[in-house]
């Protein structure tokens, strides 16, 4: 069977709701984040010392290297959807689900996640909206 991919921002539930549905399915879940930081860096790291250039490319490889399973719930990074070459990928070869969140609950779970590299929620948000609608399936989420 296909994988099914989340998207969507950073902090809007991607890993909580990939590990939710991945049980409730029988199916195994996969972080993209989870598996780059397994490299032995964490991403904030990896962004400061090599720059998110460097940072995009290992995390095209991973999805890609994820991608050759079946049957996987799969959370990607935040901005993994916006490399053409993985979209194209993803859309062509899974069930891709944006979960939209909005912004005002967005900057409340990242204010409580430090180490996350933002400082710009606003302009990845909006520079990001166009290609998450691009999904098969948008699922609004909230914190109710």
Do not use: W
């Not at 972080?31 to 032995?40: F, P, R, V, Y």
């Not at 979209?87 to 891709?96: D, H, I, Q, S």
Request: charged share 30%; net charge neutral; aromatic share 6%.
């Amino acid at each position: 069977m296909a994988n099914i991919v989340l998207t969507g921002m950073p902090a809007s539930g991607k890993t909580t709701v990939g590990r939710e549905l991945a049980k409730k399915l029988g199916r195994e879940f996969v972080d993209i984040d989870e598996e780059i930081e397994k490299g032995g860096k964490m991403i904030a790291q990896i962004f400061e010392q090599y720059g998110e250039e460097y940072f995009r490319k290992l995390e095209s490889d991973v999805v890609k290297r994820v991608m050759q399973a079946k049957n996987l719930v799969i959370a990607l990074g935040g901005g993994g959807f916006q490399d053409e070459r993985v979209r194209k990928m993803l859309l062509e070869n899974a069930f891709v689900i944006y979960l939209k969140t909005p912004l005002d609950v967005l900057k409340s779970r990242v204010a409580q996640k430090s180490h996350r590299p933002l400082t710009d929620l606003d302009g990845l948000y909006a520079a990001r909206a166009a290609n998450y609608e691009r999904a098969h399936l948008i699922a609004e989420v909230d914190d109710d």
